[in-house]
């Protein structure tokens, strides 16, 4: 080949690279807006509105051009956008807020209406489900929503008139502020970022490749065998990792003799963490497999060389991290997973939940209800017995009996419906506000065991979905519409009865799940009938602190995992599996070590969340925290004023939210000492 054509080629591949290169630059979405029209646009605010604006100006030019893109026009363009649309405060921006929020509800209300509407023939009984139900049902005509706000500029003028505060400053601030101060500070948040449609399709794909291979992931138990070769669950059993895993060790507290079968579950448990388990036992019944030796047999006793699974576990997390990471540039101020998880998702900082996490881990309570399991067992605690389920109460009242009462109150949805005034009435609610909120609740019979969908425009109503069989209502189905009832009233009043739109709802999940289960752990008392278990609230308590025990190691490994992919984001699998199961070992031997007598346990880093769901798991832990706080301070209080005056406050952040309802922020105290309190009665 002459050096000509070599020259040639060279000078086609260095274009192609180009070429490359600006395809990637321009993917990269970039503002256009320099420093020079910032100051224009400054300059021409300032003259105009004065020193007085210089806050707000500042603010809004700076949000404007953050996301200001080649599409939406010049530079020069830029400026006259900022001079032309910016409002001045009072009367003005008051009258320009009134707008937007009157916008705001008819875009989200429509939509979610449509959602709800859409979804119902997979949600409701409606015959059989056909293939364009499903289409349909998961089909989402808001997708392009944000971007579409952006380019007809809707967006861009509320970045520039509303100022957005971190969650620093949120948390700082908002302690002060008024109820408008909070409304204006939640419309800037709208818009945090503008992510391109190739960008979110990436994340969606990576989401969706790690819920194929958990959803594929499962064992089939009855394959498992011991040294003796002995199998010990029966044929047929397939279950899922890790929850399936979990669920079924749990189960096996109650027997116990079962104990063999949760230490073979526990050693399954490991050799996948450790990636050891052979690649052909996962979905497959075609060989036994013995986990404690890691053999691999054929035709009954034949062993045969087993190919381990070669990191895909970890292949997947890392997965998750890149893509995620994708989503950095994009996010001002927001600029890690972790960040737009914990800052933007919950509201309360990765600091503050790890702090929480902590003192709780370490609290002497922990040694104390440990010894309480041990002796419960009548053995020495291993490992997966931080899954003990030992502290339920158990019912003294019939079922059947309650079954029959029920049946006769409740014969179909409309019965249930007709009764919701009812219900509000018993715990307490005004009749004004029963009456109220009972209209705008509508009950459906649902495929499922039940559900609540709210709202979102002051003109629909709240769904309730209850599964109601043709002779009536069972009791399991009321205990589940008295939860699903907590949440359609939860939905109404921060709806309806909210002075600012764009506060509606509740901080997160946790808040609307909180006043579920408080109408859920009244179902008798709304029967009539009392629960006469003493010691019914102090066993709720250990439990609940037992299982917030297990979900915060969790929550720390996943939290750990994810700064240690930041500290290195270019790892293999094999890295991060190392790196997965040392912090694993780490956070187990500073909290568990010494509660359970053993070091070096991987067990915490089993949780299929981490692979699914990314940095998820604080979720729970936060949540079970929340939720006890809400449900103690209820405890000896009329629920209805309570509940009414805590939702008033709507989707103010998390900490700002529960100072007002309980007059603390979010914290272990009331859990620690509901346990100290139970620790003297429950032997
Ligand atoms: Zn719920």
Not at 203 to 228: F, W
Request: hydrophobic share 40%; aromatic share 12%.
């Amino acid at each position: 080949m002459s050096t000509k054509i070599f020259k040639f080629i060279f000078v086609i591949l260095l274009s192609i690279i180009t070429l490359f290169m600006e395809d990637l630059q321009s993917q990269e979405r970039k503002t256009i807006v320099d420093d020079a029209s910032k100051k224009e646009a400054m300059n021409l605010l300032i003259a105009k509105y004065g020193e007085a604006e210089k806050f707000r100006i500042e603010k809004g030019i700076n949000q404007v051009a953050e996301f200001w893109l080649e599409e939406d026009g010049t530079a020069e363009e830029y400026v006259k956008f900022c001079r032309d649309n910016f409002t001045a405060s009072g009367v003005q921006l008051e009258s320009l807020y009134d707008r937007i929020e009157f916008f705001n509800e008819i875009t989200f209300g429509y939509f979610t209406e449509m959602s709800i509407k859409l979804r119902q023939p997979l949600d409701l009984e409606m015959g059989d489900i056909k293939p364009v139900d499903l289409i349909m049902g998961s089909f989402n005509p808001s997708a392009h929503l944000t971007d579409d706000l952006f380019k007809n500029k809707y967006a861009f003028i509320v970045l520039l008139n509303f100022p957005r505060y971190s969650l620093e400053e949120r948390t700082q601030l908002g302690m002060n502020w008024n109820r408008q101060e909070w409304a204006y500070a939640r419309l800037a948040s709208m818009f945090n970022a503008r992510v391109p449609a190739d960008i979110n399709q990436k994340v969606n794909d990576a989401y969706t490749s790690g819920d194929n291979y958990i959803s594929n992931y499962n064992i089939v138990m009855n394959k498992l065998v011991d040294d003796e070769m002995k199998t010990h669950f029966p044929e047929g059993l397939k279950l899922i990792s890790h929850w399936g895993l979990r669920d079924e060790l749990k189960a096996r507290y109650a027997n116990e003799g079962d104990l063999p079968k949760q230490e073979m579950i526990y050693q399954v448990m490991q050799r996948i963490i450790r990636q050891e388990i052979p690649e052909n036992v996962v979905n497959s019944d075609q060989y036994l497999w013995n986990p404690y030796s890691n053999k691999l047999y054929k035709n009954g006793t034949e062993v045969i060389n087993a190919v381990r699974e070669q990191d895909t576990r970890y292949e997947m997390f890392l997965n998750n991290f890149k893509t995620n990471k994708l989503l950095d540039d994009y996010y001002p101020g927001l600029n890690t997973h972790m960040k737009r998880s914990f800052d933007l998702g919950r509201e309360v900082s990765e600091k503050e939940v790890e702090d929480m996490f902590d003192e709780m881990l370490k609290s002497p309570q922990v040694k104390k209800v440990a010894q309480l399991v041990k002796s419960k067992l009548g053995r020495d605690l291993r490992p997966f017995d931080i899954w003990f389920t030992g502290f339920k109460s158990k019912s003294k009242i019939d079922e059947a009996e309650l079954d029959k009462i029920v049946k006769a109150k409740y014969p179909d949805v409309e019965a249930f419906e007709n009764d919701i005034d009812n219900i509000m009435l018993k715990l307490g609610f005004s009749d004004e506000i029963a009456e109220y909120v009972a209209e705008k609740i509508r009950v459906d019979n649902s495929r499922g065991a039940g559900h609540a969908i709210g709202a979102a425009i002051k003109e629909f109503k709240a769904r309730l979905r209850t599964r109601i069989g043709k002779d009536g209502m069972t009791y399991k189905g009321f205990n589940i519409a008295v939860h699903e009832l907590g949440h359609c009233v939860e939905q109404t009043l921060t709806l309806y009865k909210m002075d600012y739109y764009t506060l509606n709802g509740v901080p997160n999940t946790s808040f609307t799940e909180a006043f579920a289960f408080v109408f859920q752990a009244r179902d008798l008392e709304l029967l009539g009938i009392k629960n006469e278990d003493p010691l019914a609230e102090d066993l709720k308590a250990l439990d609940i602190f037992w299982s917030t025990y297990e979900i915060m190691g969790v929550s720390m490994v996943d939290m750990k995992v994810w700064n240690w992919m930041y500290a290195h984001p270019d790892c293999t699998p094999a890295e991060l599996k190392e790196a997965v199961i040392n912090i694993a070992k780490d956070v187990w031997n500073k909290y568990y070590a010494d509660v359970f007598g053993i070091k070096d346990v991987i067990l915490l880093g089993i949780y299929s969340h981490m692979i699914d769901n990314p940095l998820y798991l604080p979720n729970y832990a936060l949540g079970h925290l929340i939720q006890f706080q809400i449900e103690d301070y209820l405890k000896d209080k009329t629920v209805g004023p309570e509940m009414q005056r805590m939702c008033a406050a709507g989707n103010i952040i998390p900490q700002v939210w529960m100072h007002n309802a309980v007059g603390s922020n979010i914290s272990v105290n009331p859990l620690l000492h509901a346990v100290d309190e139970a620790l003297k009665k429950v032997k």
